[in-house]
């Protein structure tokens, strides 16, 4: 069952450490078949060592194992949730990345301080608040899942403009439309974080980027005249005057 789609997530679990996202087992990828209701994720606590593609375990949108002879992630009811909720994501990733844990610890947004981060993110990339002790204690997982979708409507942000989050005292979620490019925005967020670090150490002047530039940055890639990169109208046209 979903056999490509097991490839696929395993080949992104196994960017992970490649791009210096995890220590020993501490993240994971998902991605799912939204025909057949399903979604594939990496096995709780296994070494990317030893981590092989048919290890993947297919688990169905209510969070039951329907396939796989090892445990799915712990953080499997958060990813069901999202999938739940955010109903046009195909991939989901979860890492303690150190940069970005550095301030869901402290509890800040990672600002767009630059272009690097607007590339990617269309503002701030939020933290949630801290979950209650009942919460913790009833469904922790679940409720982590329920506490990132919460902010967001709250915030009345969309979710595929800026596909990451921080929860409280915990760590980064990303998504994206597939698992590699959840992946992706994994990397660009830690990377963001670390430059936003050094940045807010060296002045304690405003240095958000301006309205305009972060419009300029994110729509040049993801707007409806989107010019970046290689598979865009503009750059086809561009192809083939040269």
């Known amino acids: ?4 789609l097991k490839q696929e997530v395993y080949e992104a679990n196994m960017q992970l450490p490649k791009l210096d996202l995890v220590t ?3 993240g994971n990828v998902s991605g799912i078949d939204r025909e057949k209701g399903l979604f594939v994720i990496k096995p709780s606590g296994v070494s990317y060592e030893e981590m092989k593609p048919e290890d993947m375990v297919v688990v169905n949108l209510k969070g039951e194992v329907v396939e796989g002879d090892m445990n799915p992630s712990s953080d499997t009811p958060t990813h069901t949730v999202l999938y739940n909720e955010f109903p046009d994501i195909g991939g989901i990733v979860h890492t303690h990345s150190p940069w970005a844990v ?4 402290a509890e800040i947004d990672v600002p767009a301080l630059s272009t690097t981060h607007a ?3 269309y503002g701030d990339v939020p933290v949630t608040p801290a979950l209650t002790k009942q919460e913790i204690e009833e469904a922790y997982e679940e409720n982590t899942g329920k506490v990132i979708v919460r902010e967001f409507k709250e915030r009345n942000l969309d979710h595929n403009a800026v596909p990451a989050v921080l929860v409280s005292q915990h760590g980064p979620f990303t998504w994206g439309a597939t698992p590699d490019k959840a992946v992706y925005n994994a990397k660009v967020l830690e990377v963001a974080a670390e430059i936003d670090y050094h ?3 060296m002045t304690r002047r405003n240095i958000e980027v301006p309205q305009y530039l972060l ?3 994110y729509y ?3 707007g409806k005249n989107a010019y970046y990169g290689q598979n865009n109208a503009k750059s086809k ?6």
């Open 215 to 217: 419009d300029k940055h």
């Open 1 to 4: 069952m979903l056999e490509k």
């Open 24 to 26: 020993f087992t501490w």
């Open 199 to 201: 940045a807010l150490q």
């Open 102 to 105: 550095s301030f869901a610890a």
């Open 119 to 121: 590339d990617t993110f």
């Open 220 to 222: 040049r890639k993801h």
């Open 237 to 242: 046209e561009h192809a083939q005057r040269k």
